[in-house]
T-cell receptor, first 114, second 113 residues
Framework: DTGVSQNPRHKITKRGQNVTFRCDPI?????LYWYRQTLGQGPEFLTY????????KSRLLSDRFSAERPKGSFSTLEIQRTEQGDSAMYLC????????????FGPGTRLTVL | QQQVKQSPQSLIVQKGGISIINCAYE??????FPWYQQFPGKGPALLIA?????SEKKEGRFTISFNKSAKQFSLHIMDSQPGDSATYFC????????????FGKGTRLSVIA
């Protein structure tokens, strides 16, 4: 399967702990996006990379959140000092070309903060 | 997400019926109007999309109708099937300014036999 993969699929952590998620985009896709989806809502944009450069960050991305995409390949999203409000599905998507070219989503990482 | 208003929130349709989901937007810079389909436990997947130079696009049982002046677009699912039961999101975007997809809150469609 050459689609977008995300690991882990599920993560349960205690409040105050740090967590890191990984996204492997479709090979050769230069754009990579992170979204957050809570129950009953649509995905909300968090941040976006073009190759290794982080070009856009939502105001939702507090200073506890950091994302990287070294060498323009896989990406990691780290949340420090997790809070219960961080509980959500974290989705990664990748695309090639223009901002409006098709984004392909991974299955997501479901985070539960106890 | 206030930029995009999607309705209805949920929809129950008989098998073989027509499902209609609407999306209203505010940002006139949007120039790409997709509908995404999401099944439980999966990420969203592009279903069909339209550019503003046409008013309608049909792909199989799925049709997008676009009304630029009203700033609305809709998804029509003809001959709805139980396998269409999913959550549907409109997610307009713009090529200018790297605007990301702006998702609506979603419509949960249930197609019953």
């Amino acid at each position: 399967d050459t689609g977008v993969s995300q690991n882990p699929r599920h993560k349960i952590t205690k409040r105050g702990q740090n967590v890191t998620f990984r996204c492997d985009p479709i090979s050769e896709h230069n754009r990579l996006y992170w979204y957050r989806q809570t129950l009953g809502q649509g995905p909300e944009f968090l941040t976006y990379f073009q190759n290794e450069a982080q070009l856009e960050k939502s105001r939702l991305l507090s200073d506890r959140f950091s994302a990287e995409r070294p060498k323009g390949s896989f990406s990691t999203l780290e949340i420090q000092r997790t809070e219960q409000g961080d509980s959500a599905m974290y989705l990664c998507a990748s695309s090639f070309g223009r901002p409006t070219d098709t984004q392909y989503f991974g299955p997501g990482t479901r985070l539960t903060v106890l | 997400q206030q930029q995009v208003k999607q309705s209805p929130q949920s929809l129950i349709v008989q098998k073989g019926g027509i499902s209609i989901i609407n999306c209203a937007y505010e940002n006139t810079a949007f120039d790409y109007f997709p509908w995404y389909q999401q099944f439980p436990g999966k990420g969203p997947a592009l279903l069909i999309a339209i550019r503003p130079d046409v008013s309608e696009k049909k792909e199989g049982r799925f049709t997008i109708s676009f009304n630029k002046s009203a700033k609305q677009f809709s998804l029509h699912i003809m001959d709805s099937q139980p396998g269409d039961s999913a959550t549907y999101f409109c997610a307009p975007a713009s090529n200018s300014g790297n605007t990301p997809l702006v998702f609506g809150k979603g419509t949960r469609l249930s197609v019953i036999a």
